[in-house]
Antibody, heavy 122, light 106 residues
Framework: EVHLAESGGGVVQPGGSLRLSCVAS????????MHWVRQAPGKGLEWVSLINWDGGTTDYAGSVEGRFTISRDNSKDSLYLQINSLRTEDTALYFC???????????????WGQGTLVTVSS | SYDVTQPPSVSVSPGQTASITCSGPRLGDKFACWYQQKPGQSPVLVIY???KRPSGISERFSGSNSGNTATLTISGTQAMDEADYYC?????????FGGGTKLNVL
């Protein structure tokens, strides 16, 4: 069974930084593109970033480009999101999500973690 | 940037058919998928590639996509189907989500 477990969220002041982690199990991690998707309290889903199976391709939403960095360590079955220069509008539950198709960059998300909450507040 | 639009809410009586739309320019040229999210839970994929159902998803869920509109249809709606539903498509390498539709089963 696929399992994704996020961690690293917390309360941080504007301008601060956090590193989010997502540990995967139940599938061959290095065969799948992974994404981060966030959801502000009471709001809808917003795509944040993707990284392909070997880490060679990344992409970001315009709202986070230059402040967020996605990475992965396939030896640890782990996905990361370094978030810098945090703004109040970055307050959200951050989900990691696995795509359905092996070695596909763009594919529906067939598994989601439970999310880790990032709160940006002074 | 590419946007898709959903109605904020749809109401349906138990046992009836619910239809939730997702509109965007030439959306029918892309694959659309749908996620169900219940309060306090993570999203769950219910339809992918316009009309395919993942394993374990009820046959009551179906989808279509043509022209500018994708539609999620839930037949014989049950109380357990009350949730937020999000459509999603790809614009280049960006995942685009609709704003979500709250399905009320009244």
């Amino acid at each position: 069974e696929v399992h994704l477990a996020e961690s690293g969220g917390g309360v941080v002041q504007p301008g601060g930084s956090l590193r989010l982690s997502c540990v995967a199990s139940g599938f061959t991690f290095d065969e799948y593109t992974m994404h981060w998707v966030r959801q502000a309290p009471g709001k809808g889903l917003e795509w944040v970033s993707l990284i392909n199976w070997d880490g060679g391709t990344t992409d970001y939403a315009g709202s986070v480009e230059g402040r967020f960095t996605i990475s992965r360590d396939n030896s640890k079955d782990s996905l990361y999101l370094q978030i810098n220069s945090l703004r109040t509008e970055d307050t959200a539950l951050y989900f990691c999500a696995k795509v359905a198709g092996i070695y596909l960059l763009l594919s529906e998300f067939d598994s989601w973690g439970q999310g880790t909450l990032v709160t940006v507040s002074s | 940037s590419y946007d898709v639009t959903q109605p904020p809410s749809v109401s349906v009586s138990p046992g009836q058919t619910a239809s939730i739309t997702c509109s965007g320019p030439r959306l029918g040229d892309k694959f659309a998928c749908w996620y169900q999210q219940k309060p306090g839970q993570s999203p769950v994929l219910v339809i992918y590639q316009d009309n395919k159902r993942p394993s374990g998803i009820s046959e009551r869920f179906s989808g279509s996509n043509s022209g500018n509109t994708a539609t999620l249809t839930i037949s014989g709606t049950q109380a357990m189907d009350e949730a937020d539903y999000y459509c999603q498509a790809w614009d280049s390498s960006t995942a685009v989500f609709g704003g979500g539709t709250k399905l009320n089963v009244l």
